[in-house]
T-cell receptor, first 113, second 113 residues
Framework: DAGVIQSPRHEVTEMGQEVTLRCKPI?????LFWYRQTMMRGLELLIY????????DSGMPEDRFSAKMPNASFSTLKIQPSEPRDSAVYFC???????????FGPGTRLLVL | QQPVQSPQAVILREGEDAVINCSSS?????VHWYRQKHGEAPVFLMI?????EQKGHDKISASFNEKKQQSSLYLTASQLSYSGTYFC??????????????FGTGTQLKVEL
């Protein structure tokens, strides 16, 4: 298996622009997680899907952030409009269920100027 | 709400043991442990559920003391590959329903020859 795939790996954009991050989980995994990591805030869980349904989005910082999982093999995290404080590494992870081993993607490094 | 990890940093000689502690002010549902090497994605180590679990694989194990709202990660006979930053994540049930998972600031562990 190719593991969790994230795209793009790097994104540089200007404040106010829309940013879409993509994730393809491992085939057969029912749980998908989006994390954000910065030096200031550390590691944060943004949202968790189970069977394509958002179960816990309490970590989503504000309305500018939205996440979708239209099917079992694809998820997106969208930021609109983006702000410099959104600059971070965004990780996607998947697992068979919430209490099983999570496999992380390589991350998307986002820089908002 | 963020768990407190100790120590913040530790240096070991190969073969030595280490303990990393994680404590919370919340009544916990579960504790998660991750390891991250610089510039890489986190690696999920294990999750421990309420009920006073103890888990382990290879020479890395962890315990969860529900009453004390604490967890400890045990690294036995450390290897160079154990070097990295270890994060604990603590999960609790929200009053209005749902779970919340927050992460500690990490423990930097370095294993030397």
């Amino acid at each position: 298996d190719a593991g969790v795939i994230q795209s793009p790996r790097h994104e540089v954009t200007e404040m106010g622009q829309e940013v879409t991050l993509r994730c393809k989980p491992i085939s057969g995994h029912n749980s998908l997680f989006w994390y954000r990591q910065t030096m200031m805030r550390g590691l944060e869980l943004l949202i968790y899907f189970n069977n394509n349904v958002p179960i816990d989005d309490s970590g989503m910082p504000e309305d500018r952030f939205s996440a979708k999982m239209p099917n079992a093999s694809f998820s997106t995290l969208k930021i609109q409009p983006s702000e410099p404080r959104d600059s971070a590494v965004y990780f996607c992870a998947s697992s068979y269920n919430r209490e099983e081993t999570q496999y992380f993607g390589p991350g998307t490094r986002l820089l908002v100027l | 709400q963020q768990p407190v990890q100790s120590p913040q940093a530790v240096i070991l000689r190969e073969g030595e043991d280490a303990v990393i502690n994680c404590s919370s002010s919340k009544a916990l549902y579960s504790v998660h442990w991750y390891r991250q090497k610089h510039g890489e994605a986190p690696v999920f180590l294990m999750i421990l559920l309420k009920g006073g679990e103890q888990k382990g694989h290879d020479k890395i194990s962890a315990s969860f003391n529900e009453k004390k709202q604490q967890s400890s990660l045990y690294l036995t006979a450390s290897q160079l590959s154990y070097s990295g930053t270890y994060f604990c994540g603590t999960e609790w049930i929200l009053t209005g329903g749902g779970n919340k998972l927050t992460f500690g600031t990490g423990t930097q562990l370095k294993v030397e020859l």
